[in-house]
């Protein structure tokens, strides 16, 4: 039996010549798409480029203006500072003394058994009740003087006198920078009559009447003109009361046209708080002790102010250890 000889088998895609087409059509396609997708891309950045704006300004920033010198700087933002209030002028806030010369008649030194003599005014009360019974609450002698017109004067007025505190009539002066610098409304001015002049006066004394006697509230300009300052101490001698001079200026008129007119008068010999803190103020205490040692007397001023109550109430009961006697201003007072 002879066997039939078995012929290789053969590539159906050779025989038909089909599969080699399809590979080509495959291969083209493939390179048709990377064609178009590579000009499709340049067409959509050109498009992008040309809707941006040709010269876009370059934002300026602290580093590129430390980098390049000509590089343009913004101009600074300009900043607004606060309005500064004028500060009060000096000349009511003297703390020197007089001329001697000015001194008529000269200070007098009292027997005082030994120990030095301080009275301690504080100026410009009226206003608080609580300051008066703060005030008082040290439990030593002091004084008040007191602007008339402010919300609470009688009734301080009437505080003081029950605890035996001596009141002055706190005067409102005009200061050299006056009207720049506020005066009270029922204050005394240069410009007024002598008529004038002495109504005020006179309503002052209406609402203290429990006044001894009285002291100026600045005045640097009032007190340095005789004629006005004769008009107000005649006053206070026709009502019994003395003068305490604040020498709120190296100039002032008080002391001589008091010892003209005979109306007893004293003077200030150191303010206490200029700047308000406790170590400022125990300074001008010791050199108000200083000088009622040297002198026998002293007569210091001070305010109203949160420190400076807190202060005195822990100081001023320790001057009896010192050898000064707190006493009352009327003790001080020089008689013509």
């Not at 602290?62 to 000349?91: D, F, G, I, L, N």
């Not at 006053?235 to 305490?244: A, C, H, P, R, T």
Request: overall charge positive; aromatic content about 6%; glycine content about 6%.
């Amino acid at each position: 039996m002879s066997l039939k000889q078995s012929s290789p088998r053969a590539n159906r895609f050779k025989k038909n010549g089909k599969g080699g087409f399809v590979l080509a059509v495959f291969l083209v396609a493939i390179c048709l798409l990377m064609i178009g997708g590579y000009w499709l891309h340049r067409y959509q950045q050109h498009a992008i480029q040309a809707q941006k704006p040709k010269h876009v300004p370059q934002q300026i920033t602290p580093q590129s203006v430390h980098s390049s010198a000509t590089k343009p700087v913004p101009p600074p933002v300009a900043v607004v500072k606060p309005v500064e209030q004028p500060k009060p002028a000096q000349s009511d806030y003297y703390t020197g003394d007089i001329h001697p010369n000015q001194l008529v008649p000269p200070p007098v030194q009292r027997p005082s058994a030994g120990k030095a003599e301080l009275a301690i005014i504080v100026d410009d009360m009226g206003s608080s009740l609580a300051e008066a019974r703060s005030l008082a609450g040290i439990r030593v002698p002091i004084n008040f003087a007191i602007i008339p017109g402010l919300k609470h004067d009688r009734a301080v007025a009437t505080y003081a006198t029950e605890q035996g505190i001596e009141i002055l009539v706190h005067m409102p002066m005009q200061p050299k920078e006056y009207p720049q610098r506020r005066l009270e409304s029922n204050g005394l001015l240069l410009e007024q009559s002598d008529e004038e002049l002495r109504n005020r006066m006179l309503s002052y004394l209406q609402i203290l009447p429990q006044a001894v006697g009285a002291n100026n509230h600045m005045g640097s300009g009032f007190t340095e003109h005789s004629d006005k300052m004769r008009i107000v101490l005649q006053v206070l001698k026709e009502n019994g009361l003395f003068y305490i001079d604040s020498i709120t200026t190296p100039k002032t008129t008080g002391l001589k046209v008091a010892a003209e007119l005979k109306v007893s008068s004293a003077k200030r010999d150191v303010f206490l708080d200029n700047e308000q803190n406790e170590g400022y103020i125990r300074g001008q205490l010791d050199q108000a002790v200083v000088r009622a040692r040297k002198n026998g007397r002293a007569i210091a001023i001070c305010h109203p102010h949160p420190i400076t109550i807190a202060t005195l109430a822990k100081a001023l009961p320790e001057l009896q250890s010192k050898g000064v006697k707190l006493v009352k201003i009327t003790r001080l007072v020089i008689a013509p």
